[in-house]
């Protein structure tokens, strides 16, 4: 019988200091066999472990459209992520998945797409974001709203500039009162505040948000303002979780397994969901 | 099957039992406690007792077991199975309340995916239960729909009749094969109807009335009023047979070490806070309010079955004299408002 709680043997083969305490690490396959095997869908995630150390719950930051590996981005904050920091590349390291639900990107095909992110919640939405562009036919116009607390904070430093550059991404990036330098281009505010001027035209338009659980709170009411659904918001949930696989029993939302029947849900979805996030 | 077992034969049936390359687990008396633990002696068996201290539960989920090994060497890792952790054995002497928790938990464990280090022991096990012929004031088993006689999860059940015989009832495949094995320790059940000496277990509650409830009242005063005297120890969810929530961490050296799951309890403070510090049960009365909410809502919806299989454990142990029976025992009368 196999072992659900044992992970593929991944190698670093990049990584990149992506803010202060924020990493991404490129992770290959050890096992090249497994790694042909191995598919997923945007919007599941992992469990990655340090030997020695543990593991620690991330998405899965690239995009499926990028094949031969996947990314994860982590910020330093317990143990396994300070045991995560203290690897190089070419080291080993853990995981098993891909866990839970995925984008719905299909149905999304001939809409306007706004994503928005806050702090190290990018990630995510980084997985989904490549995996529209890269499919950029199918989709109309493709908006980013992202903001961290300082300039500093903003993670894919590299990427941002890559979409700001494009003609069919409209990038808004934005950082708290405070966090910004006399250089800075972009916008001064609290991300729901953002939203609501940079007010995207809700008509035969998906927003997907992700990002610190008072940023979702306070995004969610600015969006309906704005015409959007409750159906036409998506979201990502990030309990803590162990097992990935519905049996350590701690994330759940009343009944409702992140792990299992998430992590993506859609604002309406939410609001059926008791008050315990 | 039916057969007859006289308690003078429990010493022939435990050195078959031996003999055939079972472990034997068997209620056993140590000063005032009675624990489930490996024996080897028929004379070590306690029968007086009303519910051992642990649950059958670390028998198939153990405080704390090796889900992988691995060694270190430089940045390269190896890892190795676990093995030989589904041991041959027979629970002996097991009460239907911890036997029912078995079929109960078969269910998360093999739900989506199956959890082979619980499988694999359930396979190895088999369950010969006594059924209880007495209880004390914290049994409520028939409140949560079981019975002190009740077989569901038991591969042979004995009910005793007189002082000095059982009456051995086979209850699946598994049992009557074990019962075949060691044919020569039970001798032919009586003619007549025995008298099934069976503990009578007070209705507490009526389970019917808790669910509904449940499903309108998420925010309620009673989860704060539950949750004062609770000290958030997590007794109840260790010595629970159906708490089965865990925690996988990583015990090792420099060049070695294994990754364990190790029993968790959702009336521990940790054991939901996010890295950031965000707490999503962040009250001990949220806390109480999934440990109900669990048992009698989440897991009956999710798998049709409650939780909770009235051994009444939680309420012995509890060092704060919280009893879960009186919890829903309000609960009923909440719903009757």
């Known amino acids: 019988m196999d072992n659900i709680y044992r992970p593929y043997l991944m190698t670093i083969s990049d990584m990149i200091d992506e803010a202060p305490g924020v990493r991404t690490f490129r992770l290959n396959f050890s096992d090249e066999e497994e790694g042909k095997n191995f598919k997923f869908q945007t919007g599941q995630f992992g469990l990655y472990s340090v030997f020695g150390a543990g593991e620690s719950t991330f998405c899965i930051a690239s995009s499926p459209t990028r094949e031969g590996y996947i990314e994860c981005t982590f910020r330093e904050t317990g143990r396994v992520t300070k045991a995560l920091r203290e690897l190089n590349i070419g080291d080993t390291l853990g995981f098993r998945g891909p866990y839970g639900n995925v984008f719905p990107i299909e149905k999304w095909e001939g809409k306007n797409l706004v994503f928005v992110a806050g702090g190290i919640a990018l990630p995510p939405l980084r997985s989904v974001i490549w995996n529209c562009l890269d499919l950029r036919d199918k989709y109309k116009n493709v908006t980013i709203i992202y903001g961290a607390k300082t300039i500093h904070d903003l993670v894919y430093k590299n990427e941002l500039k890559e979409w700001d550059a494009r003609d069919d991404v409209n990038l808004v990036t934005t950082v708290d009162p405070g966090g910004e330098t006399p250089e800075w281009t972009g916008k001064v505010g609290f991300v729901p505040t953002v939203v609501e001027e940079a007010a995207p035209d809700s008509k035969d338009t998906i927003a997907i948000v992700c990002g610190p659980p008072i940023m979702i709170k306070f995004t969610l009411p600015v969006l309906e303002k704005l015409g959007f659904k409750q159906d036409k918001v998506y979201t990502t949930l990030e309990n803590r979780m162990k097992c990935g696989l519905g049996k350590c029993g701690r994330c759940n939302i009343g009944c409702t397994y992140v792990c299992k029947e998430g992590p993506v849900f859609t604002a309406e979805e939410i609001s059926k969901m008791p008050d315990e996030f | ?337």
């Open chain 2, 1 to 337: 099957m039916e057969k007859l077992l006289n308690k003078n034969n429990f010493d022939s049936l435990i050195t078959g039992l031996k003999k055939q390359g079972y472990k034997t687990i068997a209620p056993r008396k140590d000063n005032r406690l009675v624990t489930l633990e490996e024996i080897q002696d028929a004379n070590e068996i306690s029968l007086d007792h009303v519910i051992t201290n642990n649950s059958i539960k670390e028998y198939f989920l153990p405080k704390t077991e090796k889900i992988l090994s691995y060694t270190i060497d430089k940045n390269k890792v190896e890892i190795e199975e676990p093995e030989g952790f589904a041991v041959k054995s027979v629970i002996f002497g097991s009460r239907p309340c911890d036997a029912f928790s078995l079929p109960v938990m078969d269910k998360v464990f093999n739900w989506d995916c199956v959890d082979k280090f619980w499988v694999e022991r359930r396979e190895a096990v088999t369950i010969v239960t006594i059924s209880c012929d007495k209880c004390d004031s914290y049994c409520f088993c028939t409140s949560v729909g079981l019975a002190p006689d009740a077989k569901q999860g038991s591969d042979v059940l004995l009910t005793k009749i007189s002082n000095d015989d059982y009456l051995v009832e086979t209850v699946t495949e598994k049992g009557e094969n074990l019962i075949k094995e060691l044919e020569s320790v039970f001798s032919d059940p009586p003619s007549d109807t025995p008298d099934r000496q069976v503990a009578t277990v007070e209705k507490k509650f009526d389970i019917s009335k808790i669910k509904p409830w449940l499903d309108e009242n998420f925010e309620h005063d009673v989860w704060d009023d539950f949750s004062n005297k609770c000290i958030g120890c997590g007794a109840c969810t260790f010595v629970c047979p159906t708490c089965h929530c865990f925690d996988i961490v990583d015990e090792c050296t420099m060049t070695k070490g294994d990754r364990v799951k190790n029993w968790d309890g959702c009336q521990f403070k940790m054991f939901t806070m996010h890295t950031s510090g965000h707490n999503p049960r962040s009250t001990q009365g949220m806390r109480w309010r999934q440990r109900i909410m669990h048992k009698f809502k989440y897991y009956v919806e999710k798998f049709d079955s409650t939780l909770c299989v009235g051994c009444g454990r939680c309420s012995r142990v509890c060092p704060a004299d919280m009893n879960i029976s009186e919890m829903l025992e309000i609960i009923e009368t909440e719903a009757g408002k």
